[in-house]
């Protein structure tokens, strides 16, 4: 892969002359791609210098079925704003260079980012990581989406039919993979649909994905990238709110959402951020949309698997841990609401 | 089967996270190797209780379609929901619990989407019994790391 990538990216960057593709690995980077990190060593001008890139491939089977180039434009559109994000530098759609269509980014050097799972990973860096969370997700649901190319990629909903459009696609995915029937989820989405929420104030680009997990931080606490945009499109902007607070991420206590600082406080931080009225009842129904999506992600995954197109165990895992979760989630947010009298 | 599945599991885990993983820390195939070590320990869980957790589903759905036979008398679901009420399970096998389970919940779906449509008291007595019994599946279903 090295010699391909070299000369791929030569082909590609004709006023450098590449030395060498140097410590390629694979990287654990989100479930919808192949996620590679290597160093490119050139020289500019006659001078040796070297940069960090990520490559991220389409694979044979994903978690979540996306298009790069959806991706590829989101981390675009916020590239140079208040929401940090690494630079896209090339789309590839043409097979033959890698087998499968990827794009590269550059990589964000000497950070981490925490499992969704287990104990809360922040510490004493909580409540400072847990303000720029909220602050950059307040800011995504401000960007102008128009001042972006989102527009060209994915499909702009009616106010009135953001809801409507998420949940038309999580219930087809649902139809399309189901490997069992879910008479829960079922009676959910019905749910869902004799209580829809108000339309939003604006059209917001989502992220999709924001949560504990997909973001990269540093030693001193500081956020330095914004990831995993496979599930971005254009919506609700309190559908973001409703996943990043799921109880999933949430350590087992769901007052402080993935770990960081209390939902109320975060909620205020967003309200600030956004510009955007916080609405309890439309964010009521995100947040149990938003248990079906993960539902529907976990099914998807089982199939993905049960298939044998991809056979990364993560699947296995995420197919029967998180399905078993998100449903005695779901089971308590439809009785919060009442739906099971 | 001796020695017990879960034992058997339980040293693959030990084995594969103290002995093997270490060789691959930091390595993409390192967090692959833990991921196996979880997927193992579930399996160990769920090999003890499967048979457990879908007899109790499969039963209880049948009770809940007989007693609705009770009211719901003249209904193109009622000939389904008497015929599913009154089998039972002839095997324990995983394949012949998941087989009828599909069955079974398949008709909960539709019993529940018209359930909803009715306004009659023992309807609504029937509602609840749907959503007592998907609470309890839902609970069954957790494993210890949830």
Known sequence: MENRLKAYLQEQITDIEIKEIRDLRRIHGGASRETYRFEMVYLDSGIEQKRGLIVRRDPVGSLIDTDRALEFVAYQSFYDTKVPVPMALILEEDEKWLDRPFFIMEEIADCESASPFGEPPYAKSAKQIGEQFWSILGQIAARDVDATDMPSVVDVPQLENCWSRELNYWEGVINDDELEPHPLLRAAIRYLRRNPPAPPEKLSIVHGDFRTGNFLYDDRGNIKAILDWEMAHIGDPHEDLGWAMNELWSYKNPQVPCGLIDSELAISIWEQSSGISFNEETFRWWKLFNTVKGLSIWISSAKEYQDGKNQDPILALSSWICTSSHTEILFRQLEEAGATR | ?146
């Open chain 2, 1 to 146: 089967m001796k020695p017990d599945v879960g034992h058997a599991l339980f040293t693959s885990i030990q084995t594969l996270t103290t002995e093997t993983a270490p060789y691959f820390e930091g390595d993409y195939h390192g967090g692959t190797v833990s991921s196996i070590a979880v997927l193992m320990a579930l399996l160990g869980e769920e090999y003890d209780r499967a048979a457990d957790v879908r007899l109790k589903s499969n039963n209880e759905i049948r009770e809940l379609f007989a007693k609705t036979c009770i009211h719901l008398t003249d209904h193109e679901l009622t000939p389904q929901l008497r015929s599913c009420s009154e089998q039972a399970e002839d095997s324990l096998r995983i394949s012949e619990l998941d087989r009828n389970g599909t069955v079974l919940k398949n008709l909960l779906i539709e019993l529940h989407e018209l359930i909803e449509t009715l306004s009659e008291n023992w309807a609504a007595d029937i509602n609840r019994d749907i959503w007592a019994l998907l609470g309890r599946d839902a609970r069954r279903a957790l494993f210890d790391a949830d």
